[in-house]
């Protein structure tokens, strides 16, 4: 970069603000970075904890299906009788500029679709587990998805971060130094050049009072040159 910048205070003055900005801009990726990788962290534990018990969860759920299907039969009138589920939410939170999930379940939409006549409380019971499965699976979603947006977000964040650190600002720094020395050149240069221009004219002064500044008449003009 610095060989195809001309060394004037002008470009010096762009390029130490350039590499100003640059560093600032570090910064503040690093901060993101900081912040970014302490939520992911939050939320890998929180993943952890959840992939811990959904097993425990869906586990519960189909022994309890399995003790409805051996009490009432297969349910699958029953199930087909459910209708489609439409209670989830789903809004968004910045963190950093990256926007994370929040899946939410509208709890006023879980109430009993199918009659007690022909049922028993096994269903009830499979009902109540799945449901719990349904909010279980919504909340792991959520913290899955946040744990991948983070992830990418961090990524293109380092390697941002990364590029100003190892490449850009090592550049301006480079043609901070390159213009600063041609100008100091430039300056010493002129700095010589103004003494030999004062050299000259003293010289030239000096001279100029050896000249006598009598008048001389004729004659005396003639003995000067006889006397040599």
Do not use: W
Request: glycine share 4%.
């Amino acid at each position: 970069m610095a060989d195809q910048v001309f060394p004037t205070k002008g470009n010096l003055l762009n390029v130490k603000k350039s590499l100003s900005l640059a560093r600032v801009g570090y910064e503040l990726l690093d901060r993101k970075r900081n912040v970014l990788i302490r939520e992911l962290m939050m939320m890998v534990d929180a993943a952890k904890a959840l992939r811990g018990s959904i097993t425990d969860t869906y586990k519960d759920a189909y022994a309890a299906l399995q003790r409805a299907n051996i009490t009432m039969g297969l349910i699958s009138r029953v199930a087909e009788g459910m209708p489609i589920e439409q209670s989830v939410n789903v809004t968004y939170r910045s963190v950093m500029g990256c926007e994370l999930p929040k899946v939410s379940l509208d709890v006023s939409a879980n109430h009993l679709t199918y009659g007690f006549e022909n049922t028993d409380g096994n269903v009830d019971m499979a009902y109540i587990s799945f449901n719990r499965v349904k909010q279980m699976t919504a909340m792991l979603a959520e913290v899955d998805n946040s744990v991948f947006r983070l992830a990418n977000a961090i990524k293109k964040t380092q390697t941002r971060a990364n590029a100003l650190k190892n490449i850009v600002i090592p550049r301006y720094e480079e043609t901070v130094k390159f213009i600063e020395n041609s100008l100091e050149e430039k300056e010493r240069e002129e700095f010589s050049r103004q003494k030999v221009i004062k050299a000259q004219k003293e010289r030239r002064k000096l001279r100029g009072r050896a000249i006598p500044t009598e008048k001389f008449t004729v004659p005396d003009v003639e003995q000067f040159f006889k006397n040599g």
